[in-house]
């Protein structure tokens, strides 16, 4: 059986062809079956969908339940209220995010049994335990559009 | 039913491999295991290729790379994000398995440094929910696993140096594994001062960008002990999906997916007490606390008493459980698609007792593990192996 080999190359950096073609790559990403969500945001609110069958709430929203794939959903808007669960703060940031100071990534329980991932809005980070009350809100974001974040209650 | 070994395995040195084409970091890997099972590239019926890509120039690679090393047989390219080199191992088992291929080849390679730092950083981020955690939120892969860290570190009542300690013993095996990018030692200072990527989770907590190939090649029983000596036996394998958005995820203290699929390798492979079962597991630490919570996904340590394994010193080669004695992801280095066939041929070198000084284990058992996990839990593969003997 022979035994595995292999000999350590020195790396010379100037062996390198650096690519002369550039791809942008920006995504349009559909969102018509759910604008009930994005007219929601515009008008202050929440949305999340559940389905008229078995209940379920949708978030983030979705237009067809699987358990009960002949059933439709209803639009309702949630309350906001949350408890966090757990939190991160992102030190090195992607470099989409680069001009954002280090943000704070959360998941907050919905009062109704939903959870929900987004930035939790606050002055001093070490103010934050888990377990704390938080409010979900909408907001507008200095890119021009409306999403959601976690605020201390 | 008739069973599939290893007759064969192949491994290319990791790390920064600017000196090489994704296409020649495979053959290196490749080479090795022709040569290993000495058998030949017309011999091999089949052959799967592990690789996420995007990061690297070929949108094609299970086709680039099979014409590079001269295979012409049937092929395809397997994503299941980091659980890519499991799944290329998966479709490569299932074919032999099946008596579609009496051999059959699985590549697992990953050229991540043919893009600049911060393109990787964004490219991992997408690694979700795209819009409703990249898009929105701005989420980094050390920052999904962060969300688990805290809720862990606050339910278990563990401290960052419990981490560490996952950290230290990886470096401590990476220094002894000519393959493994860093070959340094770390000490608990090195670890606990460094800068943090996404708190609580610091520089040494996290595994690092890497380029790197692996390959096995599999073959039927009744023409596996004509290849190969020593040949290692896929027992079983267990799969299972997670949810995309970490929101619809229960608890945040362990991977439910790498549950999953534990429960269904044990089951199929009859294994009634992990903890007694094995001379090795291979567990997917990209992060500390994902070694940590492996232990408890895997069975070995009860929920919350993973760290005390870590504080026990009992996952060192000489302990009770031998986890990552070839450095693992952290310090072997975690080229996405070919850490699950890495995996597969730390696991073939052990049982055939030809690991480096100061890290072979004591296999009396004759049965090893890997735990290969995509993403934050959204792919899980475990994998059971036996000398069969």
Request: no cysteine; net charge positive; charged share 30%.
């Given at each position: 059986m022979p035994m595995l080999q292999f000999t350590l190359e020195v790396i010379k950096l100037?062996?390198?062809?650096?690519?002369?073609?550039?791809?942008?790559l920006k995504y349009q990403i559909p969102l018509g079956k759910i604008g009930e969500f994005f007219r929601g945001l515009e008008n202050g609110k929440i949305m999340a969908t559940k389905c008229i069958e078995c209940g379920e709430i949708y978030f983030p929203p979705q237009t067809n339940c699987p358990e009960c794939p002949n059933s439709g959903v209803e639009w309702i808007e949630l309350s906001g209220e949350?408890?966090?669960?757990t939190y991160t703060i992102i030190?090195?940031?992607?470099?989409?995010?680069?001009?954002?100071?280090?943000?704070?990534?959360?998941?907050?329980?919905?009062?109704?049994g939903v959870k929900v991932l987004s930035w939790l809005n606050i002055d001093d980070q070490k103010k934050i335990r888990?377990?704390?009350?938080?409010?979900?809100?909408?907001?507008?974001?200095e890119e021009d559009y409306y999403t959601y974040e976690f605020f201390p209650e | 039913m008739k069973r599939v070994a290893i007759v064969g395995i192949g491994h290319s040195k990791f790390g920064k491999r600017m000196d090489v084409t994704i296409n020649e970091l495979a053959w290196e890997a490749v080479k090795q295991a022709l040569d290993d099972s000495g058998l030949s590239q017309k011999d091999i019926d089949f052959y799967s290729v592990g690789n996420l890509g995007f990061w690297s120039e070929e949108l094609l690679p299970a086709v680039t790379i099979g014409e590079y090393c001269g295979l012409r047989a049937g092929s395809l390219k397997t994503e299941a994000a980091c659980a890519s080199g499991s799944a290329a191992i998966k479709v490569a088992y299932d074919s032999v398995l099946s008596g579609n291929s009496k051999i059959?080849?699985?590549?697992?390679?990953?050229?991540?440094?043919?893009?600049?730092?911060p393109t990787i950083i964004e490219l991992i981020g997408r690694a979700g929910n795209y819009f409703w955690e990249f898009e929105n939120f701005g989420l980094t892969f050390p920052g999904y696993y962060a969300l688990y860290a805290t809720r862990y570190l606050h339910e278990f009542n563990a401290k960052e140096e419990d981490l560490c300690l996952a950290s230290i013993k990886a470096h401590h095996y990476g220094s002894l594994n000519p393959y493994a990018q860093f070959q340094k030692e770390i000490t608990m200072e090195d670890c606990i001062k460094a800068r943090y990527i996404a708190w609580p989770l610091k520089l040494y907590d996290s595994s690092p960008i890497t380029d790197g190939a692996a390959a096995?090649?599999?073959?039927?029983?009744?023409?596996?002990?004509?290849?190969?000596?020593?040949?290692?036996?896929?027992d079983s394998q267990g799969y299972a999906t997670g949810s995309a958005n970490l929101s619809r995820r229960d608890d945040f203290t362990g991977l439910e997916a790498s549950r999953r699929a534990a429960a269904i390798a044990y089951k199929n492979a009859k294994i009634e007490s992990p903890r007694s079962s094995f001379d090795l597991f291979e567990v997917h630490d990209c992060f500390s606390i994902a070694e940590v919570m492996a232990y408890?996904?895997?069975?070995?340590?009860?929920?919350?008493?993973g760290i005390e394994l870590l504080r026990e010193n009992q996952t060192y080669h000489d302990g009770r459980y031998p986890v990552n004695v070839d450095g693992g992801?952290?310090?072997?280095?975690?080229?996405?698609?070919?850490?699950?066939?890495?995996?597969a041929v730390e696991i073939t070198k052990q049982l055939r007792n030809e690991a480096e000084r100061g890290r072979q284990v004591e296999i009396r058992k004759g049965r090893a593990i890997s735990h290969n996990v995509g993403g934050t839990g959204h792919y899980a593969y475990v994998t059971i192996y036996s000398r069969g003997d």
């Open positions: 100037d062996d390198i062809f650096f690519d002369k073609r550039t791809l942008e949350a408890i966090l669960e030190n090195v940031k992607p470099t989409s995010f680069s001009k954002y100071p280090d943000y704070v990534v959360a998941i907050g329980k919905l009062k109704e888990i377990g704390m009350k938080i409010f979900l809100r909408v907001v507008k974001r | 059959a080849m699985a590549i697992g390679v990953e050229k991540m440094y043919d893009s600049p730092n096995i090649i599999l073959a039927s029983e009744d023409i596996a002990k004509k290849i190969s000596d020593t040949p290692v036996y896929i408890e996904d895997l069975g070995i340590a009860e929920r919350g008493k992801l952290k310090a072997k280095g975690h080229p996405i698609g070919a850490t699950g066939v890495s995996m």
